[in-house]
């Protein structure tokens, strides 16, 4: 780890098993999910309590709320509520221009270890600073890159758990378990929160596309030069299924 990302407090394995069944948590509820949530509360049993007692209880939440009123909640928690929004990059750029460049760092980080996120396609056609295309890589492809753009993005994965905490969402419950894998908040990471949280988001740009960016080309920047396309994992618990 560099000396402007502190090493976790938590083992490997033990940050894979809570970032990959936060990825899914995050993720919009379906049938599929249903699925997976015995194997995440199977899994939140090999973890300490601060991570695994909130997973356990959304489990729960989810295991015991119907399929539709839980899609229902999604939906009005994070589509119509600009502050709980799980685009890290909207909480410090908006819907303007400079988010097509920090967009385009996510992509070079994936770039470097080899994979390349199509918007299109993966992840349900997600962005790559999606909250959960971010963890699903952090937990199944590059642990030490995943923890820097984690880290870069604190203060906005903070102001999204205030602000889950404020809405009294269910939400809120694994927020807290992902800020608990961080370090604790430094001085000037309060106040990068505060300021987050006193100014929100920039407000758009009217007539500029806020995803554009300069065209990148692993080569030049030192990367990887990818002969063809690569899908980021299928997520698979270790010692799961």
């Known amino acids: 780890m560099s000396p402007k990302h502190p090493r976790p407090a938590f083992a490997d394995r033990e940050l894979a098993l809570a970032w990959q069944s936060l990825s899914l948590l995050f993720g919009y509820p379906d049938e599929r999910l249903l699925g997976e949530l015995p194997t995440i509360g199977s899994a939140s049993q090999e973890l300490p309590g601060v991570l695994g007692d909130p997973i356990r209880a959304f489990v729960v939440h989810a295991e015991s709320t119907p399929l539709g009123r839980l899609q229902a909640d999604y939906v009005e928690t994070f589509d119509s509520r600009r502050r709980c929004n799980l ?3 909207y909480f410090s750029h908006g819907d303007t221009r400079k988010r097509g460049v920090a967009l385009l760092r996510f992509k070079q980080t ?3 270890s080899g994979y390349v996120v199509d918007a299109s396609a993966d992840h349900g056609g997600e962005l790559p600073d999606h909250l959960c295309v971010v963890l699903e890589y952090a937990a199944t492809v590059d642990r030490a890159r995943g923890w ?3 880290l870069d993005h604190r203060a906005s994965l903070e102001l999204l758990r205030l602000a889950l905490r404020d809405a009294a969402s269910p939400w809120a419950v694994p927020a807290e378990a992902l800020c ?3 370090p604790p908040l430094r001085g000037d990471e309060w106040d990068a929160v505060r300021r987050l949280a006193a100014e929100g988001p920039p407000e758009e740009e009217v007539g500029l ?3 554009a960016g300069p065209v990148f080309d692993p080569a030049l920047d030192g990367g990887p030069v990818l002969s063809s396309r690569q899908e980021l994992p299928t997520p698979s618990f270790p010692g799961g299924r």
Do not use: S
Request: glycine share 6%.
């Open 87 to 89: 685009f890290l990059t």
């Open 148 to 150: 820097g753009l984690l």
């Open 110 to 112: 994936y770039l470097r």
């Open 209 to 211: 596309d806020p995803y």
């Open 180 to 182: 608990a894998t961080f």
